[in-house]
């Protein structure tokens, strides 16, 4: 239950499906999504700005709804994105094309030289092409090249039930940890953003 005299105040909007529709239909889902959420968006925000005393002064997004930013641009709203998945995937998903540009890997995320190390940027530690997960998992295509639900199914079948590699998510599990502890480098940049917010808002 949230508190209405509190900080937190919470508020739906429609996502462009029935109720009795299947939102695991990827596509579908994606397509309501952005034909009917950002007109409910931009609804809701003006609704409440122009009734309410504390008006929305920002917008924080997931990095996969980029729609809400553009209802921001739209209203004249600061924005920010958020990727809740590791920093180091986001950073790998900007480097594809310098890293196929500079023949790390191939088109198909396959690492060229197997031996030399990856690394992203000066502040990321540097990754073993074995590494990285798609190569770990070593998705075989068909005879015409596709990699096909079958594989896939299986491959992640592989991913929740081999022991090498529930260790690295252990591994990974407890760097996520001290990175999001007191003092740890995600605290530290969320506390950076939050006073980023307030100096942002104060000149609105």
Same mark, same amino acid.
């Given at each position: 239950?949230?508190?209405?005299?509190?900080?937190?105040?919470?508020?739906?909007?429609?996502?462009?499906?029935?109720? %009795?529709?299947?939102?695991?239909?990827?596509?579908?889902?994606?397509?309501?999504?952005?034909?009917?959420?950002?007109?409910?968006? =931009?609804?809701?925000?003006?609704? /409440? &700005?122009?009734?309410?005393?504390?008006?929305? *002064?920002?917008?924080?997004?997931?990095?996969?709804?980029? %729609?809400?930013?553009?209802?921001?641009?739209?209203?004249? $709203?600061?924005?920010?994105?958020?990727?809740?998945?590791?920093?180091?995937?986001?950073?790998?998903?900007?480097?594809?094309? =310098?890293? /196929?540009?500079?023949?790390? $890997?191939?088109?198909?995320?396959?690492?060229?030289?197997?031996?030399?190390?990856?690394?992203?940027?000066?502040?990321?530690?540097? $990754?073993?092409?074995?590494?990285?997960? %798609? *190569?770990?998992?070593?998705?075989? !295509?068909?005879? !015409?090249?596709?990699?096909?639900?079958?594989?896939? #199914?299986?491959?992640?079948?592989?991913?929740?039930?081999?022991? #090498?590699?529930?260790? !690295?998510?252990? @591994?990974?599990?407890?760097?996520?940890? &001290?990175?999001?502890?007191?003092?740890? #480098? #995600?605290?530290?940049?969320?506390?950076?953003? $939050?006073? %980023?917010? @307030?100096?942002? *808002?104060?000149?609105?």
């Amino acid at each position: 239950m949230v508190d209405a005299e509190g900080l937190i105040h919470l508020v739906s909007i429609p996502d462009g499906m029935e109720a %009795w529709e299947d939102r695991n239909h990827l596509g579908k889902l994606t397509d309501a999504i952005t034909r009917v959420m950002p007109g409910k968006l =931009k609804e809701i925000i003006q609704k /409440i &700005n122009k009734e309410d005393d504390d008006k929305i *002064t920002c917008i924080i997004a997931d990095v996969n709804m980029a %729609w809400a930013f553009e209802v921001a641009s739209e209203l004249g $709203i600061p924005r920010a994105a958020f990727w809740p998945a590791a920093a180091v995937l986001l950073d790998l998903l900007f480097s594809t094309d =310098k890293l /196929i540009d500079e023949q790390v $890997i191939d088109e198909y995320g396959t690492p060229i030289n197997k031996e030399k190390m990856i690394q992203l940027s000066p502040n990321t530690p540097a $990754i073993h092409p074995e590494k990285l997960l %798609w *190569t770990g998992l070593k998705f075989e !295509r068909d005879e !015409r090249g596709i990699i096909t639900r079958e594989e896939i #199914s299986n491959k992640v079948e592989l991913l929740l039930t081999d022991e #090498s590699f529930k260790a !690295r998510t252990v @591994k990974m599990k407890q760097l996520v940890m &001290n990175s999001v502890n007191e003092g740890g #480098s #995600s605290d530290k940049n969320f506390k950076n953003f $939050i006073k %980023w917010i @307030k100096f942002k *808002t104060s000149f609105i």
